[in-house]
């Protein structure tokens, strides 16, 4: 089912500062990455927007910075993830250089570490994707290991147990998210990795890494793309019972009815920041030839669900992202949809921050990616219909 979104206009005040990093990282695994992972694909359609006369005005207001303490353990660099706690108390980030998951409170202060490197039960070789449900336990998909594990705040291991030993797809490793005591998670059909249109899209797994559930269909703009696109993003809302799915390489996101596992929408725009590649990228493909030919193009990095927004976080690989180490090289733009309508509403371009998370009606987003200064912006997302 297709569907078209009508726009709404939108007046957008206020500034915003962007940040952003880059780890230079080259060979064959950072082709392979950009091609997987990074949006690199081909649109061959088009939707037409209709103008609908109620406009609504979108604003983000910083209303606080909070700098992270280090405590007693220095941190690394973290990925550009973050989870909150139900309760907003406590926010978690994925260390990139020794693979843990850091724990501080609210207010900057340091809480714990979670998880060491190494094959034991309580340790860790790849933190590939985590989070956190509302009795506070962190799950954590070791992709290196192809285990879960689960532990409390403080660090203890509560299970440990290999994931999907049976299955017939493979857990795509970057979004795994606690849904009503079980964990769900982006999948792709083993027979299907070399057509990823064909696949399944999510599952419900158990905490002891067994599956009853798999359903869903990847986003049908796959098939044109002619890419090894297997990465979608994932964003639930338990208590409506809803799925929001977004291919990384696709302005299209799908809605899904997780009591009846079908698919409620699919829809989406081509906003005005959203770029395409000129030409076919394989993993075969020249790192140098990579460069030129994603330059400008556009990937979404993440999705986020308010009460009143599904918002994508769209990021634009600039020249200077891949020549330099600078994250506030990388253009951030947030797309709004309002979730009453699924109406398209405004995309905001974003300056000095990288948005990491939403959550109660609030972006969180680093403003400076320097470990010894890193620094977390609040900004309450702000509108009036006129």
Not at 12 to 35: A, D, E, L, Q
Not at 143 to 156: A, E, H, N, V
Not at 205 to 221: M, Q, R, Y
Request: proline share 3%; hydrophobic share 35%.
């Amino acid at each position: 089912m297709k569907v078209d979104f009508k726009t709404k206009k939108a007046k957008i005040s206020g500034h915003c500062r962007y940040g952003s990093r880059f780890f230079k990282n080259y060979g064959f695994m950072f082709r392979t990455f950009i091609v997987l992972l990074i949006a690199i694909f081909a649109l061959q359609c088009s939707r037409t927007p209709h103008t609908d006369s109620e406009t609504k005005s979108i604003e983000l207001i910083q209303i606080d910075t909070v700098l992270l303490e280090q405590g007693a353990q220095l941190f690394g660099k973290f990925y550009e993830h973050m989870r909150i706690s139900q309760n907003g108390s406590y926010w978690l980030f994925n260390e990139r250089i020794r693979n843990q998951v850091f724990v501080f409170n609210s207010d900057g202060s340091f809480h714990s570490v979670i998880g060491k490197r190494g094959r034991g039960p309580d340790e860790i070789l790849t933190v590939s994707s985590f989070d956190i449900n509302k009795n506070n336990e962190v799950a954590i998909f070791d992709g290196s290991q192809r285990m879960i594990k689960i532990f409390t705040l403080d660090g203890r291991l509560i299970s440990s147990n290999n994931i999907l030993e049976n299955a017939d797809f493979s857990l795509v490793p970057h979004y795994l998210r606690w849904y009503k005591g079980q964990l769900a998670g982006t999948i792709i059909d083993l027979e299907s990795r070399f057509e990823p249109y064909k696949s399944r899209l999510l599952a419900l797994i158990n905490d002891d890494g067994s599956t009853d559930t798999a359903f869903g269909k990847f986003d049908p703009f796959s098939k044109q793309d002619h890419r090894e696109t297997f990465v979608s993003l994932l964003a639930l809302d338990e208590e409506n019972n809803v799925a929001y799915t977004n291919l990384q390489s696709s302005p299209y996101f799908q809605i899904y009815d997780m009591e009846h596992f079908e698919r409620i929408l699919y829809g989406g725009k081509i906003t005005e920041s959203f770029n395409k590649p000129s030409q076919e990228v394989t993993p075969q493909t020249s790192l140098s030839k990579i460069m030129l030919l994603v330059e400008d193009t556009s990937v979404f990095a993440h999705i986020f669900l308010t009460d009143e927004y599904f918002i994508q976080h769209m990021q634009i690989l600039t020249k200077e992202w891949f020549e330099t180490s600078d994250y506030t090289a990388k253009g951030n733009v947030l797309v709004f949809y309002d979730r009453e309508t699924n109406e398209f509403i405004k995309e905001i371009k974003l300056e000095g921050i990288t948005p990491l998370a939403a959550q109660k009606g609030k972006i969180y987003a680093v403003e400076n990616f320097n470990p010894d200064q890193f620094t977390i912006g609040i900004y309450e997302i702000s509108t009036n219909t006129e």
